[in-house]
């Protein structure tokens, strides 16, 4: 006969009913973003609110082909004496295989009865961990979450626990599904946005700007000779300057900016809300930026230069279609590289 009251059963219910009710507002947010890097902090902040501690940190596999999660960055409340990319748990050591068999939390006891002499608990233990919750995907084993010691002392209890196992089911579905997202939307030598998301999410600024009546410029640029470059240096050493030209795009890219790869070695970026002056502005802070840029590649220096072509958004002409923007940015850019390379021209009826 059970030892529970009346009153106990339905405080017990209500509770369930309670985390059936957070879970499906939890699930609601995570599913309304495919932007990773908010889902990382996302999910943190979520098992920060559930429970009574102030550490939690995320474990994640980098890619789809690793064979170890790694630490990933914007973790909360643990002190680490080591560079955070360092701490790593491999999938095929002893509680990776744990979990890849249990979808179950383990705290500190419970993993030393569960895994003796594993290394990565032992990492995880100096860490300052006390909870340890597998991030699954589709049957696979994509993460940990670890959390530090409660607030109030003591052990994680088993509704929390049970709470935070279905929060990580969730947090994993979209953790995957964002990163599936990401690597169909990104450029992977550069990093950057490729073609079609390019053309995606233009058609998204154009139609903003005409609703709204704000300026909005694009500004197309082109790596100077570059196939010389090429024939000269080799594609090893190509690919390396096309890197390091993303990555100043990427550095130089306001918050509302779009950069992109446009395609071999040219690239793009949206600017909305920026008028004649800014986006010149900008334009030439990148030239300058590439034109003092310097890469290394097999003990070798070396350097290119950057042209860019400026367009600013018409309604009359540009409401429709992507097209006529990106055609004036480029007859500004073949301006440019008439005009001797290495310089910044913006649109104008001259240019005809």
């Not at 058609?203 to 903003?208: C, I, K, P």
Request: proline content about 3%.
């Amino acid at each position: 006969m059970s030892s529970w009251s009346l009153p106990d059963e339905i405080q017990h219910y209500e509770k369930k009913i309670f985390d059936l009710r957070q879970l499906l507002e939890i699930s609601r947010a995570l599913n309304s973003t495919l932007d990773y890097e908010y889902l990382i902090q996302a999910v943190l902040d979520m098992c920060l609110a559930q429970v009574q501690t102030l550490s939690a940190a995320l474990f994640l596999t980098p890619d789809s082909e690793s064979q170890e999660v790694v630490l990933v960055h914007g973790y909360k409340g643990f002190e680490l004496n080591q560079p955070h990319d360092t701490y790593r748990v491999p999938l095929d050591s002893p509680l990776a295989t744990w979990f890849e068999n249990n979808n179950k939390s383990l705290n500190m006891r419970e993993m030393e009865e569960a895994v003796e002499d594993d290394t990565a608990s032992m990492m995880l233990r100096k860490m300052g961990a006390e909870l340890i919750v597998p991030l699954r995907a589709k049957g696979k084993l994509i993460g940990i979450i670890t959390l530090g010691e409660k607030l109030v002392g003591g052990e994680y209890p088993d509704d929390e626990r049970s709470f935070l196992v279905d929060l990580a089911s969730l947090s994993g579905v979209a953790v995957e599904n964002a990163r599936l997202y990401e690597r169909a939307t990104v450029d992977m030598m550069t990093g950057l946005k490729n073609h079609a998301y390019f053309q995606s999410r233009f058609r998204e600024e154009r139609e903003r700007a005409a609703k709204r009546k704000t300026p909005l410029a694009l500004l197309l640029t082109d790596v100077d000779k570059f196939k010389v470059f090429n024939d000269t240096h080799g594609h090893q050493a190509g690919d390396e300057v096309l890197k390091a030209v993303a990555r100043v795009l990427n550095a130089a890219a306001r918050k509302s900016d779009t950069a992109a790869r446009y395609g071999g070695e040219e690239f793009c970026m949206i600017m909305p809300g920026a008028d004649q002056e800014t986006a010149m502005e900008h334009a030439e802070m990148i030239r300058k930026n590439i034109e003092s840029m310097t890469v290394m590649h097999e003990g070798k220096e070396m350097k290119v230069t950057l042209s860019v072509g400026v367009s600013l958004f018409d309604p009359e002409l540009d409401l429709k279609t992507n097209k006529t923007m990106v055609e004036r940015s480029d007859k500004a850019l073949y301006a440019c590289k008439h005009g001797g390379r290495n310089q910044v021209q913006i649109y104008s009826s001259a240019l005809e």
